[in-house]
């Protein structure tokens, strides 16, 4: 006799909460190779970066906020998500430091990212932020640098 039961495993692409995404609220599905042609499209695009769902729960958060995101700011006219195990090779350019993130980009331009999960009203508040912001360079990986 079992004292705990072992959760099946996700399949994050199967799942009925990606696949939503993709057939029902428009997201598109990028790698490493798919990615800098979206992000190629001009006007205001948001991609969603989110982790094995076995590993990392609140990647099922994302699947449902992204979307829920999308729609409350009709300025997003490009959305995208980008899976394991592509996430954590890409993420790095952008120098998020919790999972999930949802980074944002005019004309291909970085203009911020915001990672790991908030309440709502401070989610929709730090994504107005920074999607009337300018373009910068994304944060560093946090790597010292040092003169010599």
């Known amino acids: 006799m079992e004292l705990f039961a072992v959760s099946p495993k996700i399949d994050l692409y199967s799942h009925p909460l990606y696949l939503r995404m993709i057939n029902e609220h428009g997201f598109e599905a990028c790698d490493a190779e798919t990615l800098p042609n979206f992000l190629g499209k001009p006007g205001l695009s948001m991609v969603v970066f989110v982790e094995d769902p076995n590993r990392m729960k609140e990647t099922m958060d994302a699947l449902v906020i992204g979307p829920e995101l999308a729609k409350s700011c009709a300025l997003i006219e490009h959305r995208a998500i980008v899976g394991p195990p ?21 004309d291909g331009k970085y203009l911020g990212a915001v990672d790991g999960l908030r309440l709502w009203a401070d989610l929709v508040k730090e994504t107005d932020e920074i999607i009337h912001s300018e373009p910068s360079y994304p944060p560093s990986i946090g790597i010292p640098v040092r003169s010599i």
Request: hydrophobic content about 50%.
């Open 86 to 106: 592509n996430a954590r090779r890409i993420a790095v350019k952008y120098g998020f430091k919790r999972w999930p993130a949802m980074v944002f980009f005019r």
